[in-house]
């Protein structure tokens, strides 16, 4: 490795904190047909933007109209997904929310708040918009939903509210990160009852993390629990020859190259024409995959859309993945 490789990810992280605060664009956040608002927010890039476009509407509608709108309209609140403003006074207990989920906390000190990990949430936040005027918080919260704590993450902008220095941000509880996956939320009922790639994603995640922690043992699981097979979603393994090294699916396919999938004499040989589907996913970690398969809760061949997740089992390299079937 040459010295300029070497220094590459310094570089990299050095270039990260000279960015200037970007402000939001406003296609993303004008309009009837708004991109992004509270009820649609799926994922981190989401509540990035979400909060771009807080930050945005303040600035052109100021700050008494802000309060309300974030308080009262749908596009601002919807569920776990609100907006939060709270000022930077020199002690942590002090902060005082001028937005935010819990109105009883709204213009009085919100006093202490060490999370679920031990951390001073007040400091952090302070920390991190003071120093690099954006970025992500993570944290132990209550998610309103659950009525429980959960792993949250946040995204935090500086903004100037009334003269007083301030943030402004929200967040989402991931299901995905290790040590949260709830079972009764990331299962593939769940996401056989309402498919989509965000979800999907995050099951497989949750799926990796068995493995990762318990190795070849954990694929038992990953086989057999209800928990990871509903009906046409399953969990599967792969190693790096491409052979499937368990599955979830009643119908077994164990020892089949992914060429061999399909389940109808129909189809091509190799329905990827030769391409190498596995690499790329080693390659960047995880990856989503398109191929026809047979569906084994309707009989029939049918398009699937996979994610694939690259994990370590007893030091050995492999992908684990699922997906579900699109309609004809």
């Known amino acids: 490795?040459?010295?300029?490789?070497?220094?590459?990810?310094?570089?990299?992280?050095?270039?990260?904190?000279?960015?200037?605060?970007?402000?939001?664009?406003h296609n993303d956040c004008d309009g009837d047909d708004k991109t992004v608002t509270a009820s649609t927010i799926v994922n981190t890039e989401d509540i990035r933007t979400f909060v771009r476009c807080a930050h945005a509407y303040v600035m052109e509608n100021g700050e008494d109209e802000a309060k309300r709108a974030f308080n009262e309209d749908k596009r601002w609140r919807s569920g776990q997904f609100y907006v939060f403003v709270y000022d930077l006074p020199a002690a942590g207990e002090d902060t005082i929310n001028f937005v935010g989920q819990d109105q009883s906390y709204i213009d009085v000190p919100f006093g202490p708040f060490i999370d679920g990990f031990g951390n001073d949430y007040w400091f952090e936040s302070r920390r991190i918009v003071t120093n690099f005027g954006e970025g992500w918080v993570y944290y132990s919260f209550t998610n309103p939903e659950t009525g429980s704590d959960a792993t949250k993450a946040s995204y935090l902008m500086s903004i100037d509210w009334k003269g007083t220095p301030a943030v402004i941000g929200s967040g989402i509880y991931r299901q995905d990160f290790p040590g949260a996956c709830d079972p009764m939320a990331v299962n593939a009922a769940a996401l056989a009852a309402a498919p989509n790639p965000d979800r999907l994603q995050e099951f497989v995640r949750c799926a990796s993390y068995v493995v990762a922690e318990r190795g070849y043992f954990g694929t038992v699981e990953l086989e057999r629990a209800p928990r990871w097979s509903n009906g046409s979603v399953y969990v599967f393994g792969v190693d790096m020859m491409r052979n499937q090294l368990f599955s979830g699916n009643a119908v077994r396919v164990n020892g089949n190259r992914m060429r061999e999938w399909g389940g109808s004499m129909s189809l091509p040989d190799d329905q990827f024409g030769g391409r190498d589907i596995i690499s790329p996913a080693v390659s960047v970690g995880e990856s989503f995959l398109y191929y026809n398969a047979y569906n084994p809760a309707t009989g029939r061949v049918q398009r699937k859309v996979a994610f694939l997740k690259q994990v370590m089992a007893q030091g050995f390299p492999l992908l684990v993945g699922s997906g579900y079937y699109l309609e004809d």
């Open 1 to 25: 490795m040459n010295r300029l490789a070497a220094y590459r990810p310094f570089l990299l992280l050095m270039g990260m904190f000279a960015m200037p605060l970007q402000a939001a664009d």
